[in-house]
């Protein structure tokens, strides 16, 4: 059987268990794992999703058609649509009932098994001490507070430890989101780094094909410059030749 020190321990961790992730989520995936399980609202709540697939897929259909052009199939989903949508919620309200007395019942077992077992061990344990301190190495307030309210004198109370208890229990647990932020942002660090080396050889790939544009044109400009100064040398020299020849025959 385990000691009062580890059982106070243990429900001092599912109380904060319990309040870190809140009532209403624990009370809602107990609430989905009673309805997998064989229990008298598994079907109806099978039948609740089933015919939410049908609702959205006729709803879907129906918002794809139009009601101008196609009115009497359109007349059809709607009328379809309407079914579903009543039935959905007659289906509704009877399993909201069924759901809000599952919600009671876990929430009162739920406060029996942590603050109402917490209450319970502190009371029946109150005049016991958990252990013992060594003698003469504290003073004698040290040891009436840590005994209060009625343990002995020289002990630690089972108050006492529930202080302790909440103390390891709340650094420990900032420790760990601390250190699962750390890591998260570190890899989400990395992921950017990432990505900005891989958009890096984009970009100057980029650069380099604008500035190959660039020395492409100077030079098809250049060449053309050419070619035009070419022939018209050559036209030049054509018209010289040919008021040459007429000086000659006259």
Request: with cysteine; charged share 20%; proline share 3%.
């Amino acid at each position: 059987m385990p000691s009062i020190l580890l059982t106070y321990f243990l429900v001092q961790v599912l109380i904060h268990l319990v309040n870190a992730f809140g009532a209403a989520a624990i009370n809602n995936l107990l609430w989905n794992l009673y309805n997998i399980l064989p229990t008298p609202t598994s079907q109806s709540a099978g039948e609740q999703k089933k015919l939410k697939r049908e609702f959205m897929k006729v709803r879907h259909e129906m918002n794809a058609t139009s009601s101008q052009d196609e009115f009497a199939k359109w007349a059809k989903l709607r009328r379809q649509h309407d079914k579903l949508y009543d039935q959905l919620e007659k289906l509704k309200s009877s399993l909201d009932s069924t759901k809000s007395t599952f919600d009671s019942s876990v929430s009162t077992l739920r406060w029996l098994a942590t603050n109402g077992l917490r209450m319970f061990l502190q009371f029946w344990f109150s005049k016991k001490a958990m252990f013992w301190l060594p003698k003469g190495w504290f003073p004698y307030y040290a040891e009436w507070l840590l005994s209060f309210p009625v343990a002995p004198m020289g002990s630690i109370s089972i108050q006492a430890w529930s202080l302790a208890c909440q103390a390891v229990i709340l650094l420990v647990s900032d420790a760990l989101i601390a250190v699962i932020a750390l890591v998260l942002g570190a890899g989400t660090s990395v992921q950017g780094q990432k990505g900005k080396k891989m958009e890096e050889p984009v970009q100057a790939n980029d650069k380099a094909r604008k500035r190959l544009g660039r020395k492409s044109l100077e030079v098809h400009d250049s060449s053309l410059g050419e070619y035009i100064m070419e022939i018209y040398e050559c036209n030049v020299m054509q018209t010289f030749l040919l008021n040459y020849k007429r000086d000659d025959v006259i």
